[in-house]
């Protein structure tokens, strides 16, 4: 049998504070002191060691002025004669196939 339990805090608010203050007052009289956190911005100084001639690109101006014209990418096609296609076995997981035994063997994986 096993037996669930619930625990709930059942103190008010004032019994809360008492405790905190008793807490805080026996921290106290042992010498232990809370410290503040205060929040100091840091002042920020920009410090970078800069190579001598890397700020010569400035000076050099684009060919064509603001145009940014690049050349488009080739399609990416399969020319070859062995893959027949491709095969989902699991989800998303595609598997290519090369012969007509694979493609039996993955549709009967498939189906059990």
Request: positive net charge; without cysteine.
């Amino acid at each position: 049998m096993i037996i669930y339990s619930n625990q709930v805090s059942r103190k008010t608010n004032k019994q809360k504070a008492k405790q905190k203050l008793a807490w805080e007052t026996y921290l106290k009289s042992n010498g232990v002191q809370k410290k503040v956190a205060k929040f100091v911005p840091m002042k920020a100084a920009l410090i970078a060691a800069v190579r001598p001639g890397s700020m010569d690109y400035k000076s050099i101006t684009s060919v064509g002025g603001t145009s940014g014209n690049t050349f488009m990418r080739a399609k990416k096609e399969y020319t070859g004669d062995k893959l027949i296609g491709i095969a989902t076995m699991h989800k998303s997981n595609l598997v290519p196939i090369f012969s007509n035994e694979e493609a039996i063997d993955v549709a009967r994986m498939r189906r059990g």
